[in-house]
Nanobody, 120 residues
Framework: QVQLVESGGGLVQPGGSLTLSCVAS??????????LSWYRQAPVKERELVAV????????NYADSVKGRFTVSIDKAKNTMYLQMNSLKLEDTAMYHC???????????WGQGTQVTVST
């Protein structure tokens, strides 16, 4: 059973940085082919796909709204995905979720989310 646990959210001023973590269990980054994603959901806004990567070698794709500011990385030894967020803006405020699906399946598992608030 896949489980995803996010952490690292918090309150930060505009221009600041945060790093989110997503610890996965139920599958192994080193031996499986999974698509890993970060989504965010802000009140009264549509859910946004922030970034998509994979446990196997491949590109990471970013939403235009975060390109150049956010970076996804994976630590296979820790079975953890990270989202490094720099130059944060007010509009980055949202609940951030990580998600995972086996590459050849449409079923996607989500974590409970971690709140990021960018405010003065």
């Amino acid at each position: 059973q896949v489980q995803l646990v996010e952490s690292g959210g918090g309150l930060v001023q505009p221009g600041g940085s945060l790093t989110l973590s997503c610890v996965a269990s139920g599958f192994n980054f080193s031996s499986t082919n999974y698509v890993l994603s970060w989504y965010r959901q802000a009140p009264v806004k549509e859910r946004e796909l922030v970034a998509v990567t994979a446990t196997r070698v491949g590109p990471t794709n970013y939403a235009d709204s975060v390109k150049g500011r956010f970076t996804v990385s994976i630590d296979k030894a820790k079975n953890t995905m990270y989202l490094q967020m720099n130059s944060l803006k007010l509009e980055d405020t949202a609940m951030y979720h990580c998600a995972a699906r086996w590459r050849f399946s449409a079923k996607e598992d989500w974590g409970q989310g971690t709140q990021v608030t960018v405010s003065t």
